[in-house]
């Protein structure tokens, strides 16, 4: 079904007073709008016509899209075939109301409503609204840049380390399962104390504690070593990391933004063969913050020199690689492959897999 009704969101990156055709000047506040449409037939079409900005103005949302000053994001879809649900959407949202925009053929007030500067919460609203007509929502992307996590995203290393551990457990003379065990315990208790900053990463913190603990254990520096060297031997990429072949051909830039080591991180970049596929590798070492913090996504944004708006971010923790990004304006794809649950609506779209992203993110380039 190539039907339905979406709210597109849009970014307004400078606010001030535009011009609106024949509806005259209206004034916009810096923030996102949520612009709700239909297309009972094309809608694909109409998606991608939004995303990618008009060649000529046709809609009131045009004024918008065409201008410098607002960057079309994100489409959340609904299909249906009913377009008496395009003006249901529009009340559904719930916004300050830009009076008589978009609905000159409709009963609706407005079909443009303005979300306030908080991405998370306005991506929320707009796929709350979709849900609470009975459909589900699909989310398409438009984006340059898309900065993509390593750890659980493009390899299995959060289940390697265990397996790594173990191997390692004869030689250091413990039993395997207590240093798994206490491993984890370990890591939890740095991670808690540390919170933000990149130091918590760090393996010869974790072994010299983790010594203390068992005794067994050798010099840091020469079990973060052999720890690393045995992780880099079994670690695996996924299967669904070809995907990004894909994107890469459709002139989207990537970049790796991973929480970790400078040095280990890369090393394990370059075992799994995927080095060549990134313009940059950016790690919380580098940038002097871990993802958990949105200045991690905003440092990394400097660093490539690329706008909020025109940047998403994937990852598999949804806590620093979606909705951390999101409080930097950088929208983000959850890979759950676990299947975990989350709290809906998600306010981003949800994947089990990288083969989708070829899907959600709409680009210039077929």
């Known amino acids: 079904m190539d039907s339905g009704v979406y709210a597109l969101l849009i970014s307004c990156r ?19 709008y949520a612009y709700v449409g239909r297309a009972m037939r094309g809608l694909s079409a109409r998606i991608r016509r939004h995303l990618l900005r008009p060649s000529r103005v046709r809609w009131h949302v045009d004024w918008l899209t065409s201008r410098i000053e607002f960057a079309p994001m994100t489409a959340i879809v609904g299909r249906t075939d009913d377009p008496r649900l395009e003006d249901l959407l529009a009340e559904e949202v719930t916004g300050e109301p830009v009076r008589r925009f978009g609905c000159s053929d409709s009963r609706a007030e407005t079909h443009l409503k303005y979300l306030g500067r908080d991405l998370t919460s306005a991506r929320r609203e707009c796929e709350r609204a979709v ?14 840049l898309v900065f993509v996590d390593l750890d659980g995203t493009l390899c299995d290393y959060d289940v390697k380390r265990h397996d790594a551990l173990r191997k390692l457990a004869p030689k250091w003379g413990v039993d395997p399962e207590t240093l798994v065990s206490e491993y984890e315990a370990v890591r ?17 913190l974790l072994f010299e504690r983790l010594g203390a603990r068992l005794g067994a254990i050798p010099p840091p520096e020469e079990a973060e070593e052999e720890y690393w060297r045995e992780v880099l031997e079994i670690v695996r990429p996924y299967p669904d990391v070809a995907s990004l072949r894909e994107l890469r051909r459709r002139g ?12 280990w991180q890369r090393e394990k970049l370059r075992a799994i063969g995927l080095e060549h596929y990134f313009e940059a590798v950016l790690t919380s070492e580098d940038l002097g913050v871990n993802k958990t913090s949105p200045e991690a996504f905003r440092r990394a944004l ?30 983000g794809v959850w890979v759950n492959r676990r299947g975990r649950e989350a709290e809906i609506p998600l306010g981003a779209p949800q994947v089990t897999d990288l083969w989708a992203l070829p899907r959600i993110l709409v680009t210039g380039v077929r």
Do not use: H
């Open 14 to 32: 400078k606010g001030g007073e535009y011009r609106v055709g024949a509806l005259g000047s209206f004034g916009f506040e810096a923030g996102y």
């Open 131 to 144: 849900r609470k007509l009975g459909l589900t929502p699909e989310y398409y992307e438009r984006g340059d």
């Open 188 to 204: 939890r208790e740095i991670y808690a104390e540390l919170g933000d900053s990149p130091e918590r990463y760090s393996k010869r």
């Open 252 to 263: 989207i830039r990537l970049v790796l933004l991973t929480d970790g080591g400078s040095r």
């Open 302 to 331: 400097r660093v490539v020199g690329a706008r909020p708006d025109g940047a998403i971010a994937v990852g598999d923790v949804l806590k620093s690689d979606v909705l951390s990004a999101q409080s930097a304006g950088v929208r």
